[in-house]
């Protein structure tokens, strides 16, 4: 049975990290759906960017678009609207099936809006309800200044996923802005069932602290926060203001880790995924974390709700000098730079294929 399998039979949801319309067209995203246990997926700026930079599959929708006096942003929400409500349709089964719980694809708020809750709230309206779709979560960032609009986001009844989330502050935080928004559907008599996950980056702690730690504790900060993060999710899920809005009819908010592809190359690629194996969670991959894992036989062991010895690897990380709140900070303001950076190459080539079409037609 393929490593894939036995985590989806594990109880952990495997989300693909990718989406292009070529995956659609082709049937891939339908193969792994059907061959490799993936019930849900993600998208976020720098993928849209490379899919629609490097795939011959947007031209004529680009074409048609641009002839109806569509450009920038409009564009390409419409362009990446299109791909999602497909994946949507793909997974609705999935979605039925599981009661809501699974079955998800995800679009996030453009990064311009990052610190802004007010138009941040605005834009995963206008999306949400553009889609058409109950199985469509709005991305919004879990900066500070955007955890307002969380919030209001989960009161409006709009399925949010909280991205952009490096430390356990950042995603209790996070947490709380869900139940706060729950909490409020209750009071004023709405249904508290509104889909909603938080995504933890794994993989960027290593990268940040590379060749700045002792040798032993190469690739392992990573997982250490992430086993920090499970900890107080299980420790929420189990406290009594949230068994309160179960009790209302609300389902919990899932913890997600993102950013699990390998980014060392002499890393094992599936290093995170295996780390991270947990019921009730949901791993997000890239294609190629995904293909590695379907070729595994065995997982190995699933990680302790207590967290491990995630405190003792992390002191050491104290103990060599590393401020992990400052690298908490710093990644979350490198992750919205780095959309940003994506955003306006993405804004940048939709320019230049309209101006090269418009020449062409006229």
């Known amino acids: 049975m393929k ?24 049937g891939t995203l339908k193969r792994y759906i059907d061959e490799l246990s993936v019930t849900g997926l993600t ?4 993928i849209f960017n490379e899919a629609i930079k490097h795939s011959s599959g947007y031209r004529a929708a680009i074409r048609e678009k641009i002839a109806e006096g569509k450009s920038g942003e409009t564009l390409f929400f419409e362009l990446a609207l299109e791909d999602l409500t497909r994946a949507a349709d793909l997974l609705r089964p999935i979605y039925n099936r599981t009661n809501g719980v699974d079955g998800w694809v995800s679009l996030e708020v453009s990064p311009l809006l990052a610190y802004d809750a007010v138009k941040t709230l605005a834009a995963a309206k206008d999306l949400y309800e553009r889609a058409a779709r109950p199985n469509l ?10 955890l307002p609009a969380i919030e209001e986001a989960i009161f409006c009844g709009i399925p949010v996923n909280v991205t952009l989330l490096f430390s356990t502050d950042q995603y209790i935080a996070a947490a709380h802005a869900f139940v706060r928004g729950v909490d409020r559907r209750i009071q004023a008599g709405l249904n508290p069932n509104v889909g909603a996950v938080a995504s933890i980056f794994v993989s960027r702690w290593d990268a940040a602290v590379s060749g700045k730690a002792p040798r032993h504790l190469h690739n392992k900060l990573g997982i250490a926060i992430a086993q920090r993060t499970y900890r107080e999710f299980r420790s929420l899920l189990s406290s009594p203001r949230w068994h309160r809005i179960y009790n209302a009819g ?113």
């Open 43 to 46: 998208s976020n700026p720098t």
């Open 137 to 146: 979560l709005i991305k919004i960032p879990g900066t500070a200044e955007a």
């Open 3 to 26: 490593a894939t399998q036995l985590l989806y039979n594990l109880g952990q949801s495997l989300w693909l990290d990718n989406i292009t319309r070529d995956l659609l067209d082709s």
């Open 250 to 362: 609300a389902y919990p908010q899932r913890l997600l880790w993102a950013s699990t592809g390998t980014k060392d190359p002499t890393a094992s690629e599936v290093l995170y995924v295996k780390a991270l194996a947990a019921p009730f969670t949901v791993n997000t991959m890239p294609e190629r974390t995904l293909k590695a894992l379907a070729n595994q036989k065995e997982l190995g062991s699933i990680l302790a709700a207590e967290g491990g010895n995630c405190e003792e690897v992390l002191s050491e990380f104290a103990e060599a000098g590393i401020d992990l709140n400052l690298i908490a900070a710093q990644l979350q303001d490198e992750g919205a730079k780095s959309f940003l950076k994506s955003w306006h190459e993405l804004m940048s080539a939709l320019a230049s294929q309209t101006a090269v079409l418009q020449k062409a037609a006229g």
